[in-house]
């Protein structure tokens, strides 16, 4: 076997060689900077660290066990990798990883699509994988193979440049813009205009995290989901004095889900055309100078707004705007839009054509938009879970190629839409589509459910959002058909973990990957979170209502649809449902569904979706006493859960001040939980408690998550501090979902703690019966 | 031409048979005490004319692979090889035929896989090493037909190039007879 040396290997050299007149000049620069830094970080002449850094911002991510690390379901086990080396701090250079390639708008030619496959095929599984930011993600990587990769997108005016790392992301865009009926105007120049003018500019260097940014055409519709997003456009019309319409933006910044929701705040109701790149380079400076750099878990910039005020930030970015050099790029531009104008391949029809297929009718139905251009149609692709393999893409290349002129983009559902399909071709692309299993209807539905990567390969997943959202799907698919619309059209989203990649806090029903003991045994759970709001740009958050078994949500699920069929008075949405009918009210009717059966009389809850792996039984064999002990740190959660469960009950009811007060309670129950393992007879004195907890579990490091550090712990330092200080709804809102991971973080604790405890069990007995601190 | 990433596949007597659920725990079963380095298991069954059920290593994948919509064992080498080309070409093969053996002896399976050892799939998974031209054809021939005469007999099967340029270069091997993979492997090693 050749020791691997695959960024000199001669199919490297083809690349490099063949490519090299069909790049620009600057992305082949890049390219090439990053072959050398590859080299010499074999050469141990570049650090972990900044390594990391540098190919996260080609896009080059982690994955799943690249600690050299994997759990069988009864042992965690060294996986040999041939190197000692890293490719950052605790990451195996051997272990592969995954690519983010960045479309811009989710625009796609069909030749793009095409190397994209060729791609995943040599150098990935053989899927391509679109995410919920219209990218498209390669797994299974290895990090030598990405300069070839990176040159071979470059070929077809593809950059990975900035994907990830703390830099600006993928800039998104409705993905009917241009063709939608109720848009203010096409926004999609105006989102490559974004894109092209911040990728690699001096001012987006120098971010404590990265910055996400989407435009999109309207208020009402659902596809930009500028509210979510770090700076969010929304296109706008103004009528001038000599009656000439203007376009400009709607400017809201510091929105964003993650473990905590915040809602976008509105800059300004009109940023002109001309005005728009040059404002956003002075946000950007704004957040590059004055956001958080050292604390990660407080530096998006929504932290920033949110401490300053919008009032204050706005200032400060119209101050910097001021002092901006002018630059010939910021209107430039206006004369590109033209451009992005697309045309049809094919004439326009006169309808779409009558058939007997039923099945065709019903996929009409939710994949077909008529476009705004008479006779035009968008088709939405539905992939499940976001995945197509080579094959599949290729055949929808050449679908595209026979009825459209490169008019394909991804979309923030994980689809691909065909935009300018003639009415008079629908039957036939619908056949096209059927004939390579791409003609699924459903799209936009209840069984389109999003869901990020989650434990299948992402190193932060808790649960198997993938594995659920699969069978959710599975179950949902069978009984689509006959649904009331109502149900039909709700939205499902699934994350692994909080970090909300699967934005489940913009679904109707949301999920997301939390972990719990079960006496004594550790179980896959899900938060449920419910009635967030997807239209309006991602409109509204849904509030957690409470954990949830792996194995019981499709029982739940069903129970809910049920509930809410039976419940709801006519025309009533499921926001308006789940808020009339209350959350303590909704968990009580699911109660039976949820329970979870102990270990002997069903094994199968203690197992993930997607896994025949145990999820993760605690040690065996510990000592009545050290039980005893645990039950007290269990009995204090559970009185944790219940607090903040009562602190939701009263936010929804509007009384702010109460569900403020209970949700730090809800903290101070955990906190005094986990105390107990240490000190039984710890006082109810919130500061005495907090003193205790902080001394063994916040200075010790003990309670701290192992990818996000000291941030849940914060919450309650923070919550602790600002005790009693009166809340607005937001404020009150922001506690709430801060309680609510808090209590999930001390659970994780307990388990951590629970899962070493044959070791540090002597210690900790001994710590126990003498009150002193381990 | 040096010869590198070379994928065989081995198609299934019995694809309807096949439960991917149980591949997946098999291979899941594999991955401990493995000598190969296998890092995980992924679940593709959602999707068609692709990977199904993936055996991820280091060195080499297998899958469940229903590309080209027929189910079969892939064998994805994916790390550089040194020797002859014909030592690559062989070690690949008998790699696969092995792999093949050990699932249908696999007691894990309640639904045994039975392979078809007289129909093959040869592809070399770099577009830029072997184009799938007319001219990489000629450069591979001679040496594939020699792997395949000492499994085979000289006379004992047929090639067909499948020459669409935009997939990567393969060959379909069809025997004449009716191997069984213990013959075969046996013929091999």
Redesign the interface.
């Known amino acids: ?2 020791d ?3 960024v000199s ?4 050299a ?2 490099k060689t ?1 490519l090299s007149d069909r790049l620009d000049p600057k992305w082949r620069e890049d390219i090439d900077k990053f072959e050398l830094d590859i080299l010499l970080k074999k050469k141990g002449k570049v650090e972990d660290r900044v390594f990391a850094e540098t190919r996260l911002r080609m896009g080059a991510y982690g994955q ?2 690249d600690n050299g690390h ?1 759990h ?1 379901g009864n042992e965690s ?1 060294v ?4 190197t000692d080396l890293n490719k950052g701090p605790e990451t195996k250079w ?3 990883g995954m690519e983010r390639i960045k479309l811009p708008w989710g625009g796609m030619s069909a030749e793009q699509l ?1 190397v994209m496959a ?1 791609l995943a ?2 150098y990935s ?3 391509l994988h679109v995410t919920t930011r219209q990218d498209i993600q390669l ?2 990587i ?1 990090i030598e193979n990405c300069p ?1 990769m990176f040159r071979r997108l470059a070929a077809v005016n593809i950059t990975t440049r900035e994907a990830c790392g703390n830099s600006v992301r993928n800039v998104t865009a409705c993905p009917i813009a241009g063709v939608c009926r109720e848009e203010a105007f096409d926004v999609t120049g105006y989102a490559n205009a974004v894109f092209k003018y911040l990728l690699g500019h001096p001012d987006v260097q120098d971010f404590g995290r990265k910055f996400k940014i989407a435009l999109s055409g309207c208020k009402h519709n659902p596809c930009g989901l500028t509210n979510i997003h770090d700076l969010g456009l929304t296109a706008v019309v103004r009528t001038q004095a000599d009656g000439t319409v203007k376009r400009g933006f709607e400017y809201v910044v510091g929105g964003g889900l993650g473990a905590v929701t915040y809602d976008a705040k509105l800059f300004s109701d009109y940023v002109p055309e001309e005005e728009v790149l040059a404002l956003t380079q002075a946000t950007c400076r704004v957040y590059a100078r004055l956001g958080e750099k050292k604390k990660r878990h407080r530096a998006r910039i929504k932290f920033l707004v949110a401490d300053m005020g919008i009032d204050k930030f706005r200032e400060e970015v119209l101050a910097e705007r001021a002092k901006l050099p002018n630059d010939p790029r910021w209107t430039e531009f206006l004369a590109t839009l033209p451009k992005f104008e697309e045309k049809p391949l094919r004439p326009a029809g006169k309808g779409i054509p009558k058939t007997n297929d039923a099945a065709f009718d019903f996929w009409c139905l939710t994949n077909v938009y008529p476009q705004k251009q008479d006779g035009f149609l968008t088709v939405t692709v539905t992939l ?2 976001g ?6 893409a ?2 929808l290349v050449d679908i595209s190629r026979k009825y459209l002129k490169d008019t394909m983009r991804t979309t923030v559902e994980q689809n691909i839409v065909l935009r300018w399909v003639s009415e008079a071709d629908l039957y036939n692309v619908y056949n096209d589509l059927k004939a ?2 791409l003609a699924q209807p459903g799209a936009a539905s209840i069984v389109d459910i999003t869901a990020c990567p989650g434990t ?2 992402c190193k932060l997943g808790v649960s198997s959002s993938r ?1 659920l959202a ?1 069978e959710l ?1 599975t179950r949902l698919a069978t009984k689509f058909v006959q649904m009331d619309e109502a149900v039909r059209n709700l939205r499902i989203k699934v994350s692994g973990c909080f970090n909300s990649c699967g934005q489940q806090h913009i679904a109707d029903i949301g999920f997301f990957g939390i972990s719990r003991n079960v006496a004594g045994y550790i179980v896959p759970h899900f938060q449920m979170v419910l009635g967030g709001e997807f239209i309006n740009n991602g409109g509204r958050y849904g509030l957690a209502t409470g954990g949830i078994a792996s194995k019981a949500i499709p029982g739940v699920v069903d129970k809910l649809l049920d509930l809410y069929m039976t419940g709801k008075t006519k025309g009533e949405g499921f926001r308006h449902w789940v808020e009339r009918t209350g959350k303590a009210a909704i968990m009580q009717a699911v109660a039976d569904v949820a329970a979870v059966p102990a270990y002997d009389k069903d094994k199968s809850y203690y197992t993930d979706w ?1 896994s ?2 145990e999820y993760n039984v605690k040690d065996k064999g510990m000592g009545e006493c050290a039980g005893e002990v645990v039950s007290l740190t269990e009995f204090g959660l559970k009185a944790a859960d219940r607090e903040v469960f009562e602190a939701q009950i009263k936010f929804d009811a509007g009384d702010w001040k109460s569900a403020s007060k209970l949700a730090y309670q809800a903290m101070l129950f955990a906190a005094q939980g986990l105390v107990k393992m240490y000190n039984i007879d710890i006082s109810d004195d919130a500061d005495k408690v907090m003193a205790e907890w902080k001394e063994r579990f916040y200075d010790t490091q003990k309670f701290f998550d192992p990818f996000a550090g000291p941030r849940f712990a914060q919450f309650y330092i923070h919550a602790h501090d600002e005790r009693g200080a009166e809340l607005d709804k937001e404020k009150a809102s922001r506690l709430l979902q801060e309680s609510m991971l808090f209590i999930e973080a001390a659970h994780s604790c307990n388990l951590r703690l629970s899962m070493g405890a044959e070791k540090g069990k002597e210690g900790i007995l001994a710590a126990t019966k003498s009150g002193s601190k381990a | 031409m040096d010869l590198q990433y070379l994928n065989w596949k081995v198609y299934l007597d019995n694809p309807a048979e096949a439960e991917p659920d149980e591949w997946f725990k098999v291979w899941n079963d594999w991955i401990p005490d493995a000598p190969e380095i296998f890092i995980d298991v992924a679940d593709y069954k959602h999707v068609q004319d692709g990977p199904v059920i993936l055996l991820v290593g280091h060195y080499v994948n297998y899958s469940l692979d229903a590309g080209g919509r027929e189910l079969g064992l892939l064998y994805d080498y994916k790390h550089p090889l040194e020797g002859s080309n014909e030592d690559k070409i062989k070690s690949g093969l008998l790699g696969t035929l092995r792999v093949a053996k050990r699932l249908e002896d696999e007691a894990g399976f309640k639904h045994k896989p039975k392979f078809n050892a007289g129909s093959l799939r040869f592809i070399v998974n770099s577009r830029a090493i072997a184009p799938n031209s007319a001219e990489t054809l000629e450069a591979v021939k001679p040496e594939l037909a020699k792997v395949l005469s000492k499994a085979f007999g000289a006379d004992g099967f047929t090639l067909e190039h499948l020459s669409d340029p935009r997939q990567r270069f393969t060959v379909q091997v069809t025997a004449k007879g009716n191997p069984s993979l213990a013959d075969l492997i046996q013929r091999l090693a």
């Open positions: 076997m050749k691997l040396d695959l290997s001669h199919a490297a083809h690349w063949a799943r066990y994997r069988d086990r996986i040999p990798f041939p051997d272990a592969p095409e060729q095929e040599e599984d053989g899927i797994h299974y290895h070839s499940p879970m995945d197509i393999t080579c094959n599949q290729r055949a390579i299993d299948d390969t594995g699969a799907r997607g025949v792996r």
